[in-house]
């Protein structure tokens, strides 16, 4: 059995919150492998400028392999960082992937409400954009639920998805 739960989302705030208190709930270790590389690397525009982006991305897929070895973690993590290298297989070996889904009328207030000068960016709040990684991430993960960010009882919500998965998976050994 997997002993982690990876999260994944669109929305990276959004993400982090739950992930903290899912968390505590659960008595997991919390890491968040970008925060991780930022206190281990301190300056990583400096990294990239002086070593270059494949020195980076070398470095996060080390630091990615290394927290993928880690037992009783909830990891969350940008897709940049998820999609770079073998990051993806590292984590899938020792995790479970749990995608926080939201629609992207909720997904689009959460970015704005996180940083009202994203509606510049159009990339961003595209559509089509959203519903691509939405798909890739459905199909990447072991389990999906369905977010508001408003619902009162996501944590419970988000351990009865887990129960589930835990229970069918038994089921079929």
């Keep these: 059995m997997k002993s982690n ?28 492998v970008n925060e991780f590389i930022k206190y281990d690397v301190i300056d990583i525009n400096s990294i990239i400028k002086t070593a270059g982006i494949e020195y980076y ?9 290394t927290i993928s070895s880690y037992e009783n973690s ?30 992207y009328a909720n997904f ?3 970015l704005l409400k996180e940083r009202p000068k994203s509606a510049k960016y ?10 691509e990684r939405d798909k ?16 009162k ?5 988000i351990i009865k998805s887990i129960k589930k998965y835990y229970k069918d998976v038994l089921w079929k050994v």
Excluded: H, W
């Design 5 to 32: 739960l990876t999260l994944i989302a669109l929305n990276l705030g959004f993400k982090k919150n739950i992930a903290k208190k899912l968390a505590d709930v659960l008595g997991m270790f919390y890491v968040d």
């Design 57 to 65: 991305n070398k470095l996060e897929t080390k630091t990615v392999s």
């Design 74 to 103: 909830l990891i969350t993590l940008d897709l940049n960082t998820l999609f770079c290298n073998d990051n993806f297989k590292f984590l899938k070996q020792s995790s479970i992937f749990i995608y926080l889904r939201l629609k």
């Design 108 to 110: 689009k207030a959460e």
């Design 122 to 131: 159009e990339k961003l709040l595209n559509e089509k954009v959203f519903s």
């Design 136 to 151: 890739i991430l459905k199909s990447l993960s072991d389990i999906v639920v369905d977010v508001n960010p408003s619902d």
């Design 153 to 157: 009882n996501l944590i419970t919500k």
